[in-house]
């Protein structure tokens, strides 16, 4: 183990959280010591349970569902001849996803994270181990949460119910701002140009870096990379659809 490592103090969840926002680099070296992540963990519960509970109160799961189904001409129709029970089903399951999106946060960060673990290990001779980088995504969503603790907020200052998009909140991101008769594909793109998104980029760079010991540049070249071909993806998926 780097002697610098064994040198510095061991730190807290707490102060690895907090170091997340005002110094990422102590932090993420920290991983090398420990790869655990409950203080992002516990945080991300309590904020997707809070931003779900608020959704509910100010804008209620049949908005939010029709709300959802009026992004598509497709599945507008649809939803116009659906069933009033089928709708009824549709709406409890858009609020059994919404409150248990951690699981699905989890999934996908593990996805990710085992694309760019193999990539800087086996591509540009890292020594990260899965854990490690796993822990370095889980600091660097922390920033996300200011993100849903921001469309918290808007929900109670008064945000029109039938503006209110659920995978769209708040506008922190371009796509917020454009009109829904833009392309979808170009929408699609464009809520990924999200301040607390490339905020959250920039803090995996760094902790990639760090633990798999390889330079900057090799470590946005797997994060940056595998973050824009899933991105492309989506938004060939969004254009397809449309």
Partial sequence: MNEAIVAAPALTETQRVVDTFVAPSKTFTDLLRKA???????????VGVMFSFSVQQKVGWEKVTENNMHQSQKQEENWEKMPPNAKVITEKITAGITYGYIVMVLIFTAIIVLLVWVTVNFGFAGTAKFGQVFAVYMYANLVMNIKFLLAIIALFAGVAPDSFLLSN???????YYLGTDMPKALLAFANHVDLFEIWSLILCVIGVSIVAKVS???????????????????????????
Avoid at 39 to 45: W, Y
Avoid at 169 to 175: A, D, E, L, S
Wanted: net charge positive; hydrophobic share 65%; no cysteine.
């Fill in 36 to 46: 655990t992540f409950w203080g992002p963990l516990i945080i991300m519960i309590v």
């Fill in 169 to 175: 909140p708040v506008g922190t991101n371009i796509g």
């Fill in 216 to 242: 900057r540049g090799k470590a946005a070249a797997a994060v940056v990379g595998w973050w824009l071909i899933i991105v492309l993806v989506g938004v060939a998926v969004a254009g397809a659809q449309s």
